[in-house]
């Protein structure tokens, strides 16, 4: 499967984004999809992950309650949707998608397909 994010962009503090990731194929369903980011210099970090039906999902701890994460079996797509914007978000947001359950993804997070990345920055 291929993965294309796009939605990043500059936003002040406080403000909001909503990532989009729209994979190529007809087996999307079948992938639980994550969401990662990594800021520069410092390792690509966990965001949020959702089942293959949407009906799970898992958020690191720094972004629970602020960010949300959803998806779209029909188009494809999945997408990450980001309120309250702190500085500290700032970072290259890349999608994932791994043909394993829901429930042995959120143990590991290594994913076997990789979008390119989009770049968030939020100003103080």
């Known amino acids: 499967v291929q993965l294309q994010a796009s939605g990043g962009g500059l936003v002040q503090a406080g403000g909001s984004l909503r990532l989009s990731c729209a994979a190529s194929?007809?087996?999307?369903?079948?992938?639980?999809m994550g969401w990662f980011r990594q800021a520069p210099g410092k390792e690509r970090d966990f965001v949020s992950a959702?089942?293959?039906?949407?009906?799970?999902?898992y958020y690191a701890d720094s972004v629970k309650g602020r960010f949300t994460i959803s998806r779209d079996n029909a188009k494809n797509t999945v997408y990450l949707q980001m309120n309250s914007l702190k500085p500290e978000d700032t970072a290259v947001y890349y999608c994932?998608?791994?043909?394993?359950?829901?429930?042995?993804?959120?143990?590991?997070?290594?994913?076997?397909?990789w979008g390119q990345g989009t770049q968030v920055t939020v100003s103080s």
């Open positions: 994932a998608a791994d043909s394993r359950r829901f429930s042995d993804y959120v143990r590991g997070l290594e994913s076997d397909y």
């Open positions: 194929g007809r087996t999307f369903s079948m992938y639980t």
């Open positions: 959702i089942s293959r039906s949407g009906g799970l999902t």
